[in-house]
């Protein structure tokens, strides 16, 4: 039931909005108005039950040096909810020693070209079935100043959770592997995605290249597992990387703290720099 309940989130969210809208705009009777609009919010809530599902080893989707942001080894849910079946969702960026130590006060935002993680291919990290593809959304501007990350985290937010989880995705592809498991990769470069649904694709095989597409304030992978194609009705699913190798550097920027007590202790930490391949 609660899968049932969890899989129309963005339609729960609507209707919360548009019963808001009735209650203050519309000539009808305000209780009733409220009533819809708050159950329509507490069904927004319900999330999916855990998985039954297994931690899955899988290769990792990049090659290179890649720094490790809001991933479950430093907590779990790893970006703060489980929504959309992020509980072991993790970002990966690659580090520059240029960007600057401080967030500004701007409004222009940075082009995606400029960041070293933009154009990047993204490999399978598992043999599969490509359930979904989509590249057609355009890469838009880093939101690296106060103003533009304001805006990111509310309007631009909300905006793009009454849009849909493709809108907060951005462009994606689904892969349905072998043993059950979906793997998403999201925020890909528009025009990139290299496989059609439907095509059987091997581990190792590239699928995109790493863009700045939905909710993203700079170019990175987005990936995640779950039990589910669809976000909505997904529960996370926990995976490990074969042949991590730690070089030993932190990111500053990017180290969250110590590891909290839900972190999965065989996942790399938040701001670890890694050497995948």
Not at 261 to 269: K, Q
Request: charge should be positive; charged fraction near 20%; hydrophobic fraction near 45%.
């Amino acid at each position: 039931m609660r899968r049932a309940v969890a899989r129309w989130q963005t339609w729960w969210t609507r209707l919360f909005v548009l019963a808001v809208l009735a209650a203050v705009l519309l000539p009808v009777p305000r209780p009733w108005g409220l009533v819809v609009a708050v159950v329509a919010f507490l069904l927004s809530l319900v999330r999916p039950p855990a998985t039954t599902l297994d931690p899955v080893e899988l290769d990792p989707p990049l090659r290179g040096r890649w720094v490790v942001v809001n991933g479950p080894g430093t907590a779990v849910p790893s970006h703060g909810v489980k929504a959309y079946g992020q509980a072991y969702a993790v970002d990966v960026l690659q580090p520059a020693h240029d960007a600057p130590t401080s967030v500004g006060w701007g409004l222009r935002a940075r082009r995606p070209q400029t960041y070293p993680s933009f154009g990047e291919p993204v490999l399978a990290m598992a043999a599969g079935v490509v359930v979904r593809a989509h590249d057609s959304q355009r890469d838009h501007g880093a939101r690296d100043t106060w103003p533009l990350l304001v805006w990111m985290m509310t309007a631009e937010g909300f905006l793009r959770d009454l849009a849909g989880v493709g809108r907060i995705l951005g462009n994606h592809v689904v892969v349905r592997h072998d043993d059950g498991a979906y793997a998403t990769y999201a925020h890909l470069r528009r025009g990139s995605v290299t496989v059609a649904e439907g095509e059987r694709v091997a581990a190792g095989q590239r699928l995109a290249e790493v863009g700045n597409t939905g909710n993203t304030s700079e170019p990175h992978l987005h990936v995640q597992v779950t039990d589910r194609a669809r976000p909505t009705a997904a529960a996370g699913v926990p995976m490990r990387w074969r042949g991590l190798a730690a070089d030993g550097e932190c990111d500053a920027r990017w180290s969250t703290g110590k590891r909290r007590p839900t972190a999965l202790p065989d996942f790399p930490e938040n701001g670890q720099v890694l050497v995948l391949g």
